[in-house]
């Protein structure tokens, strides 16, 4: 058939003219994506952005991936997974284990020497099941829920003493050395929970890594490949439910549209506003004061003639008398000169470290809120803190708190987020008029 072009052309503008109504149709049913706003940018709130990336499918009814908003009051990300900086060299503060570093594919660095071998394998082989396939693992509206699932819920309920007397660990070792564990990891006694202390008792064992350069890169390398809007130095200080989104309120006067929004930080003791209010279970958090020491300790105090028979970790039990929980060695530079961390329960005074250490050149002082004060049988708050989209990671620190739980629960946070509210099931609000400024503008390149 020989081509006429203006045929062709009345063919096109006839096609054009009879699919008009379906892009006109397919451009204004199209929701626009919706927006997650996370606060706090640890290791929490970086892992429920990227699990939210990893896990999303489009449906029909929301073909789009979600805008992701992350709000964090300091100028930098990571939380408690923060550096400190002494003798000229940058220390990672805190440890994690094996999975962690096999599922993020970190460079990781090793720890320092184990000094106990003691741990309970089949606790943590519990825990790894929050590893298998999410293909296979159910997702958890509730801290227990998720717990019994793995089989840890029981060791919750009852306090590692009681755990330890049942298994008949004799009251010497309990005092002596597991005692001295609980007060290095969690600066308290063995009357923290059975999996507090078998968190505490399993980091104790050797296989843990840090970052070189810190571990914050790890919530900053999530939050980079995850494609966030990212707010540093901006504090959320209150979120409203108003009917079909919540808003979000900064300290900076500026609001924000979100349909779904995530508590990534304690709510103990930062003064998030929530309306309407929402009743959880009251909390306390433990501080721990981190002492960072450029000198060289007085062996004198430790009822010592040289510094160099002081071990390299000093650990200490449970007596009113003794001002410290641990002192460590994080570096030694030359034999009068060494660079260590000292955890208290009490801030430690200038008076006081002068009596522990014969020379100081350099001290920095950090006030941990480091994790809950740990009182069995534990209650936990919801993942789901108003039966709608508002979520709160860090109920699971109840359980244990260290960087691995923080991403395990974030992990099912995302999950949760994917699967009631971007299925089929959920009827989704659409046109919501965001109020914040460009978010362009807003983000953040680490
Ligand atoms: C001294 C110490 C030693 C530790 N040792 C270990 C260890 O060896 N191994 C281990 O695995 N874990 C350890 N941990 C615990 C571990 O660091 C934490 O469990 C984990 O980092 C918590 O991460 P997260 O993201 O849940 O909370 P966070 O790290 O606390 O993150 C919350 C973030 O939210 C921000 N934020 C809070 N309120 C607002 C607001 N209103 N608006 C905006 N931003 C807000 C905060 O600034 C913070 O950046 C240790 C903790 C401490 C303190």
Request: with cysteine.
């Amino acid at each position: 058939m020989a081509f006429d072009p203006k045929s062709s052309f009345s063919f096109l503008i006839f096609l054009l003219l009879s699919i008009q109504p379906l892009i006109f149709c397919l451009t204004t049913d199209a929701s626009p994506p919706p927006t997650v706003c996370i606060v706090g940018s640890g290791i929490g709130g970086s892992s429920v952005a990227h699990f939210l990336r990893h896990y999303f499918h489009p449906i029909p009814s929301q073909p789009n991936p979600p805008n992701i908003i992350i709000f964090e009051r300091r100028s930098v990300v990571g939380g408690r997974m923060a550096t400190v900086s002494i003798g000229g060299e940058t220390w990672a503060g805190a440890l994690f284990s094996d999975p962690l570093v096999s599922r993020f594919w970190l460079k990781g660095q090793p720890p320092p020497p184990r000094f106990v071998e003691c741990a309970l394998q089949s606790t943590v082989d519990s825990f790894l099941k929050y590893y298998e396939s999410p293909e296979t693992r159910p997702v958890f509206e509730t801290v227990d829920e998720m717990l019994k699932w793995a089989g840890l819920y029981n060791l919750t309920t009852r306090t590692l003493q009681d755990e330890l007397v049942h298994i008949k660990i004799s009251p010497l070792m309990i005092d002596e050395l597991v005692t001295v564990i609980t007060r290095i990891n969690y600066g308290q006694s063995v009357s923290i929970s059975g999996l507090a202390g078998a968190v505490s008792l399993a980091g104790s064992g050797g296989g843990l890594w840090a970052i070189e350069g810190g571990n914050y890169q790890m919530a900053a390398g999530l939050i980079k490949s995850s494609n966030v809007s990212l707010h540093l130095n901006e504090e959320i200080e209150s979120i409203s439910y108003l009917g079909e989104y919540y808003e979000l309120n900064s300290t900076k006067g500026n609001s924000y549209s979100c349909d779904v929004a995530v508590v990534a930080t304690p709510l103990d003791e930062v003064s998030i506003q929530l309306t309407p209010s929402v009743s959880i279970p009251a909390r306390k958090l433990q501080h721990t004061h981190a002492t960072f020491v450029r000198g060289i300790l007085n062996p004198a105090y430790f009822g010592l003639r040289t510094v160099g028979v002081i071990p390299e970790l000093v650990g200490t039990l449970e007596d009113p008398d003794i001002p410290f929980s641990s002192i460590s060695i994080l570096k030694q530079h030359d034999e009068n000169d060494t660079t260590y961390k000292v955890f208290s329960r009490e801030p430690m005074t200038d008076a006081l470290l002068d009596t522990i250490f014969s020379a100081r050149l350099e001290t920095v002082r950090i006030n941990w809120g480091a994790y809950p004060h740990y009182e069995a049988p534990e209650v936990f708050a919801p993942f789901i803190l108003d039966g709608q989209h508002l979520y709160y990671v860090n109920t699971f620190e109840n359980a244990a708190s260290t960087m691995e739980t923080s991403a395990v629960a974030a992990e099912n946070v995302a999950r949760l987020i994917l699967s009631r509210y971007f299925s089929e099931a959920h009827p989704h609000s659409s046109n919501l008029k965001s109020k914040s400024p460009d978010a362009h503008t807003l983000h953040t390149d680490l």
